[in-house]
């Protein structure tokens, strides 16, 4: 069952900017459009702050029965991997001490 959440919010400009989140067959879509735009532009990697949005818009839908816990877990787990790719990954260190090998 498709499921689609719509907001508003202003940018830096001070613009309006429109943002639809629509979640079919387990996945979520975010699109947006700021005022004066023709074309919407859709996010592969959604952008942090838009996730954020939708997480407490769904939290807001959830507590008046019009969103599902589903939804909520999965735009959080959404928001965990997101940090994870953001985080510089740690290099591995070599072991150091004898070489057990054998020749």
């Known amino acids: 069952m498709r499921s689609q959440h719509i907001w508003t919010e202003r940018n830096e400009d001070g613009r309006r900017r429109e943002v639809r989140a629509t979640k079919f067959g387990g996945v979520w879509r975010l699109q947006a459009k700021t005022a004066g735009e023709l074309d919407w532009t859709y996010y592969p990697q959604p952008l942090r702050e838009d996730l954020q949005s ?15 816990a ?16 953001d985080r510089p990954r740690q290099r591995m260190q070599p072991l150091r001490g004898g070489d057990d090998r054998k020749p």
Do not use: M
């Open 54 to 68: 939708l997480k407490e818009v769904l939290v807001r839908k959830y507590q008046r029965r019009r969103a599902s």
């Open 70 to 85: 589903e939804d909520v877990a999965s735009v959080e787990r959404l928001i965990a991997d997101q940090g994870e790719l």
